[in-house]
T-cell receptor, first 113, second 113 residues
Framework: KQEVTQIPAALSVPEGENLVLNCSFTDSAIYNLQWFRQDPGKGLTSLLLIQSSQREQTSGRLNASLDKSSGRSTLYIAASQPGDSATYLCAVDGGTSYGKLTFGQGTILTVHP | DAGVIQSPRHEVTEMGQEVTLRCKPISGHNSLFWYRQTMMRGLELLIYFNNNVPIDDSGMPEDRFSAKMPNASFSTLKIQPSEPRDSAVYFC???????????FGQGTRLTVV
């Protein structure tokens, strides 16, 4: 059974800092890994999808890397802003043909001015 | 496309009542997922459909929960009878498998009193 772990559970940083969120998974037979953002009381917004054959994916100030063999992914946020404050979730597509996603518990990020 | 649409956004009901949650997936997506989110357990997959067919309902907690997808543009999750421990946020998501992004609705916040 796929298990996904995110570290740290919470992170508080001053504005402008570069930061790294970590995600690990137990079964490396995945199709892809997706990073989401969730604001309080809202749904999940997709940030980045990284395929199992890719090493990294970039969108603006966000960069996600994937090391499938070691079961790890990182989300790098450059020059953090207060608007980045949210919960960040990683989800692994478990390798079935039906796209079943298994989620980590998330990292709560607070960026203070 | 307007994205994944869920209704209602909020539902408050008394214990023992029937509750029906609704979801309209993104047009053209062939897979639909129902998730439940609580503080204690995070995001849990309840059931998912592929081409309107239920593929895996092993996450459905009890027989009180049932889900249907009568056509490609509509799905329901029903709880009968509801109990206070069913209180949670229920999310619907859709995607085109394999290997594409999943998109989530805004969720239904269910409170059973």
């Amino acid at each position: 059974k796929q298990e996904v772990t995110q570290i740290p559970a919470a992170l508080s940083v001053p504005e402008g800092e570069n930061l790294v969120l970590n995600c690990s998974f137990t079964d490396s037979a995945i199709y892809n890994l997706q990073w989401f953002r969730q604001d309080p009381g809202k749904g999940l917004t997709s940030l980045l999808l990284i395929q199992s054959s890719q090493r990294e994916q970039t969108s603006g100030r966000l960069n996600a890397s994937l090391d499938k063999s070691s079961g790890r992914s990182t989300l790098y946020i450059a020059a953090s802003q207060p608007g980045d404050s949210a919960t960040y979730l990683c989800a692994v597509d478990g390798g079935t043909s039906y796209g079943k996603l298994t989620f980590g518990q998330g990292t709560i990020l607070t960026v203070h001015p | 496309d307007a994205g994944v649409i869920q209704s209602p956004r909020h539902e408050v009901t008394e214990m023992g009542q029937e509750v029906t949650l609704r979801c309209k997936p993104i047009s053209g997506h062939n897979s639909l997922f129902w998730y439940r989110q609580t503080m204690m357990r995070g995001l849990e997959l309840l059931i998912y459909f592929n081409n309107n067919v239920p593929i895996d309902d092993s996450g459905m907690p009890e027989d009180r929960f049932s889900a249907k997808m009568p056509n490609a543009s509509f799905s329901t999750l029903k709880i009968q009878p509801s109990e206070p421990r069913d209180s949670a946020v229920y999310f619907c998501a859709s995607k085109t498998v394999p290997n594409t992004e999943a998109f989530f609705g805004q969720g239904t916040r269910l409170t059973v009193v």
